[in-house]
């Protein structure tokens, strides 16, 4: 299984960004998704998750409201929007899917069998 994450780039405080991320393997809809986020010599961090039929989904504190996870089972796809970007929004993003979560478990990074490349997202003025 791959996964092709995309979507990163420099923007200003305020400033928004899609993250995509492509699953190569079907069906899609056996995998729940996870966004997580690195910063140099920290540990990967929880951003958001979703579950396989998109119904639930699953956000740190540090990002409820202003980012919204969801997928398109048709095109194999999840998505992170991220608006009202900040300073400390800034690090590698990654995507990760597994099909055997425990929904009460997504936002441990340790469950996650498959992850993606990572693409950096800066956020500065």
């Known amino acids: 299984v791959q996964l092709q994450a995309s979507g990163g780039g420099l923007v200003q405080p305020g400033g928004y960004l899609r993250l995509s991320c492509v699953v190569s393997r079907s069906p899609f809809t056996m995998y729940s998704m996870g966004w997580f986020r690195q910063t140099p010599g920290q540990e990967r961090e929880f951003v958001a998750g979703?579950?396989?039929?998109?119904?639930?989904?699953y956000y740190a504190d540090s990002v409820k409201d202003r980012f919204t996870i969801s997928r398109d089972n048709a095109k194999n796809t999840v998505y992170l929007q991220m608006n009202n970007l900040k300073p400390e929004d800034t690090a590698v993003y990654y995507c990760?899917?597994?099909?055997?979560?425990?929904?009460?478990?997504?936002?441990?990074?340790?469950?996650?069998?498959?992850w993606g490349q990572g693409t950096q997202v800066t956020v500065s003025s």
């Open positions: 990760a899917g597994d099909r055997a979560i425990i929904l009460s478990s997504i936002r441990a990074s340790g469950e996650y069998l498959y």
């Open positions: 979703i579950n396989r039929s998109g119904d639930s989904t």
